[in-house]
């Protein structure tokens, strides 16, 4: 019984599915027999968790269907697969209620089968101008437009109509237009997928897809123009300066354009376009570059795109005020801690403030407030400690505290080599961070070193926080 089809799905239900369920099974239309509303009653006393004694199989039987006697088993069986069926079409009832497109369809699509003509050329009016009324042109919009097409063209097939062909025409453009963004965002989700699994990837009439909107067909669609730059960018064999080209002619439409993306388009498109350029930073690290990425996280920030369930990740936090930093959006980055802390998740609050707030005062050369906000800070993940060791590392450095840095990295190298949750890749990247930021405060007493440590540094991979290790090493 704890572990049956219905406490299962009970369990993921929300507090107002609860309550709105109760309602559905109440409804003549829906359900007409009280034993089921009783059943359900009975078991949602136990929400959310139900691991009572009382979800015992025998217990319920017993509370709920005494009346049955020896049956009662074999009856709770019966009515908890009738309760199950009707929570299946509760869920399909909810999620159509938040579907207007779907609505609509199946309104028409009725008063088709009914022969009312009148019913229909007047719903189908009104939902052509909704459709087009949309501020989101997207695959949505040419796929419900196809369906509009499709809906019409069955209606002048039942009442044995020739005009069709205008309608057939615009079907297809839609239809078109559908398959082609369609494909053009699976070709670019499979490019992605390459380059993490390394499968090859095969899909058939993209080249000409490609060819048709280079020669300007559908030019004054941007879904697909957005899309069209996109297989562009991510095309074999094409030079690092056309690359960045087609980089920010994607940037630019993904801007300008958002609107004709579905949310997780977004989410997609922005993504890949943050990896690319943190990916060329660590070969070089240059302003322009700072400051597109920048301009991505900010932007993703801005319109929400880059929260996940409404909040932001804290690794997400972080990096946005370390890179604003590092474009010197110095304001803008301390602005975004308090305007958007509020978005992290509770666990992490208190301790990602701290965190991201002494990394701003240390990338602002204030070195002591840092090491007071992260005195009692702790964190679970290595990633967090590891930031607030560089911090720290930062700061003791910087601020000529010697003796206080070489305790700090020896107390740094035991941690990385006890932690058992990182890669080694890892490990060994922070190792050769720990060591090298001991040799270049040797080599403030020696000479010579500078070049050799310089090339160490530019050789050397893994090899974390190179661009601050360069930086100590040229000011040698």
């Known amino acids: 019984m704890y572990n049956s089809k219905v406490i299962n799905l009970l369990k993921g239900f929300t507090k107002e599915d609860i309550k709105l369920f109760g309602r559905y099974l109440e409804s003549p239309l829906f359900n007409k027999d009280e034993k089921v509303i009783n059943l359900y009653s009975y078991l949602k006393k136990y929400y959310p968790s139900f691991d009572h004694k009382n979800i015992d199989k025998g217990i319920v039987a017993k509370k709920v269907f005494s009346v049955f006697k020896d049956k009662a088993p074999n009856r709770l069986s019966y009515f908890m697969s009738i309760l199950y069926k009707l929570m299946e079409d509760y869920l399909v009832w909810q999620e159509l209620q938040e579907q207007?497109?779907?609505?609509?369809?199946?309104?028409?699509?009725?008063?088709?089968?009914?022969?009312?003509?009148?019913?229909?050329?007047?719903?189908?009016?009104?939902?052509?101008?909704?459709?087009?009324?949309?501020?989101?042109?997207?695959?949505?919009?040419?796929?419900?437009?196809?369906?509009?097409?499709?809906?019409?063209?069955?209606?002048?097939?039942?009442?044995?109509?020739?005009?069709?062909?205008?309608?057939?025409?615009?079907?297809?453009?839609?239809?078109?237009?559908?398959?082609f963004s369609i494909k053009l965002r699976y070709r670019h989700g499979l490019k992605t997928w390459k380059q993490i699994t390394s499968i090859e990837e095969d899909m058939f009439l993209i080249k000409p897809i490609m060819d048709l909107i280079e020669n300007g067909k559908f030019k004054e669609d941007k879904l697909l123009e957005i899309y069209f730059y996109l297989n562009k960018f991510y095309s074999e064999g094409i030079e690092a300066k056309e690359k960045w080209t087609y980089f920010l002619n994607v940037k630019h439409l993904f801007f300008e354009f958002t609107n004709v993306l579905e949310e997780d388009e977004k989410t997609d498109l922005i993504v890949a376009l943050l990896n690319y350029c943190l990916e060329l930073r660590k070969i070089e690290k240059t302003e322009e570059l700072e400051n597109q990425i920048a301009d991505l996280y900010q932007f993703g920030i801005e319109t929400k795109i880059l929260f996940v369930d409404g909040k932001i990740l804290p690794v997400t936090f972080y990096n946005i005020v370390a890179i604003n930093c590092e474009a010197q959006r110095n304001n803008w980055a301390l602005n975004f801690i308090e305007d958007y802390k509020q978005f992290l998740p509770a666990n992490d609050q208190q301790n990602m403030v701290c965190l991201s707030k002494a990394l701003w005062y240390c990338m602002n050369e204030d070195f002591d407030q840092p090491l007071t906000l992260l005195q009692d800070v702790t964190f679970d993940h290595y990633y967090y400690n590891m930031a607030y060791r560089y911090i720290v590392t930062r700061c003791y450095f910087d601020a000529n505290e010697e003796d206080a840095l070489m305790t700090h990295l020896e107390a740094f190298e035991k941690y990385v080599r006890r932690n058992k949750d990182m890669s080694e890749h890892t490990q060994l990247g922070l190792l050769r961070f720990i060591s090298t930021t001991k040799k270049i405060l040797k080599a403030k007493y020696e000479r010579g070193k500078k070049e050799e440590l310089l090339n160490y540094i530019s050789e050397t991979d893994p090899l974390f926080y190179k661009p601050w290790l360069l930086e100590k090493v040229n000011s040698l």
């Open 100 to 179: 207007q497109a779907e609505q609509e369809f199946l309104l028409l699509e009725a008063f088709r089968k009914r022969g009312k003509k009148d019913f229909f050329e007047k719903a189908i009016d009104k939902f052509e101008k909704e459709i087009e009324a949309r501020p989101n042109k997207d695959v949505n919009y040419y796929f419900d437009s196809f369906r509009l097409a499709e809906s019409s063209l069955k209606e002048l097939n039942a009442i044995r109509s020739a005009e069709g062909g205008q309608i057939i025409s615009q079907g297809v453009l839609f239809l078109d237009k559908f398959y």
